[in-house]
C-alpha cells in the first residue's frame, strides 16, 4: 500500500512531467534502447521511428500515476496493452529496467525539482502498476501455456 504522502506526491508531479511528456518519453527510449540492444528489436521500428510508441509506453504510465489510488479505472487499459505485451513477450524481469530509464528520464527532466522525496514516490508508484500489469499478463501466460 503505498501513503497518502507518496499519493500526494505523485498525484501534484504528474501535470508537469505530462507537460514535459515528450522531453520524457524521448530520454527514456535513448537510454533504454541505446543500453537494452534485446529490448530494442522488442520494438516496431517503424513506430520508432514516428514517435508514436515511445509516447504510449511513458504517457500511459503517467496516465497511470494519475489513478493510482484507484486503480480499478485502468484495468480495461491494461488488459489490452497486456495482450500487446504477450504478443512481443514481455517478461516480468523487464519491468525494472523499464522503471529504471523511466525514473531517469523523469530526474533528468524534473532536474532540481527531483528531490529525494518526488523520486523515491515515483519508484514505488511505478512498482505498484508494473504489479498489476505483471499479475495481468502472468496470468495470461497460464492461460496460453493450457
Ligand atoms: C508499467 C509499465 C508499462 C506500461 C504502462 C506499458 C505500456 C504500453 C503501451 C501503452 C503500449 C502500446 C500498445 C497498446 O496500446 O496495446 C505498449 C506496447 C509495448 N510495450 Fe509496454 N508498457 C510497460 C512495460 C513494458 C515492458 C517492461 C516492456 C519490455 C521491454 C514493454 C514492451 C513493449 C513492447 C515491445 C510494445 C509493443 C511495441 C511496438 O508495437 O512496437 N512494455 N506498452
Redesign the pocket.
Given at each position: 500500500m503505498l501513503s497518502q504522502k507518496t499519493i500526494e506526491i505523485v498525484k501534484s508531479t504528474v501535470p508537469v512531467l505530462k507537460e514535459r511528456g515528450i522531453e520524457i518519453t524521448t530520454v527514456f527510449y535513448k537510454n533504454m534502447l541505446g543500453e537494452n540492444p534485446e529490448?530494442k528489436d522488442?520494438?516496431?521500428s517503424g513506430?520508432?521511428k514516428d514517435g508514436s510508441?515511445p509516447k504510449?509506453?511513458a504517457m500511459?504510465?503517467l496516465a497511470?500515476a494519475q489513478n493510482i489510488d484507484n486503480l480499478a479505472v485502468l484495468m480495461p487499459?491494461v488488459q489490452?496493452?497486456a495482450?500487446?505485451?504477450i504478443n512481443?513477450k514481455?517478461?516480468k524481469e523487464?519491468?525494472p529496467?523499464?522503471?529504471k530509464y523511466l525514473l531517469g528520464a523523469i530526474k533528468e527532466v524534473l532536474g532540481a525539482d527531483a528531490t529525494d522525496d518526488v523520486i523515491n514516490a515515483w519508484a514505488e508508484a511505478?512498482g505498484v502498476?508494473?504489479d498489476v500489469?505483471i499479475s495481468v499478463e502472468e496470468k495470461m501466460y497460464q492461460e496460453q501455456g493450457k
Open positions: 529490448i522488442m520494438f516496431d513506430k520508432q510508441q504510449a509506453l500511459t504510465v497511470a487499459a489490452s496493452i495482450k500487446t505485451h512481443v514481455v517478461t523487464q519491468y529496467i523499464v522503471g511505478y502498476i508494473a500489469f
